[in-house]
């Protein structure tokens, strides 16, 4: 049980986990270590860039769908948006008109009206 709670907080490598010496400010066993741990940190990062993007441009997709549909009363709520599949935590920008802050996923965009519905506001616009 001490060798086990030892071993937990002895210092390991962030690639292998391999145990370090005590006292090192290393954090990677040796620069091979170092490099693939960075690469593959890279890797995931743009990785997860790639994935937001993709979710930013359904979104927009979705908004402008629903636009170009629904110009003359451009109010849709919550459940029929997320049916569709856009997700609200995702937006490129955000920008206050007069006095309410719209939210963007690129040139097409939301407002919240005070009746919980949501106003789609597109390109021409802004
Ligand atoms: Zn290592």
């Known amino acids: 049980m001490i060798l086990k709670e030892i071993s ?18 290393k954090k990677y066993c040796d620069l091979i270590c170092r490099k693939k741990y960075n690469q593959e ?5 743009d990785e997860q860039a790639k994935d937001i993007r993709g979710v930013l441009k359904r979104n927009r997709r979705i908004l402008k769908k629903l636009y ?3 110009k003359q009363e451009p109010f849709v709520d919550k459940n029929s948006l997320e049916e569709l599949g856009f997700q609200f935590k ?5 920008q206050i008109i ?5 939210c963007y ?4 965009g939301y407002f919240l009206s005070e009746d919980g519905r ?4 597109g390109v021409d616009e802004r």
């Open 118 to 121: 949501y106003l789609i506001i």
């Open 98 to 102: 007069k006095g309410h802050t719209a």
């Open 41 to 45: 940190l890279r890797t995931l990062i």
């Open 68 to 70: 170009e549909q629904i």
């Open 90 to 94: 995702y937006v490129t920008h955000t």
């Open 8 to 25: 937990l907080h002895t210092k390991r490598c962030l690639y292998c986990d391999m145990p370090l010496q005590e006292n090192a400010r």
């Open 105 to 108: 996923c690129y040139d097409y």
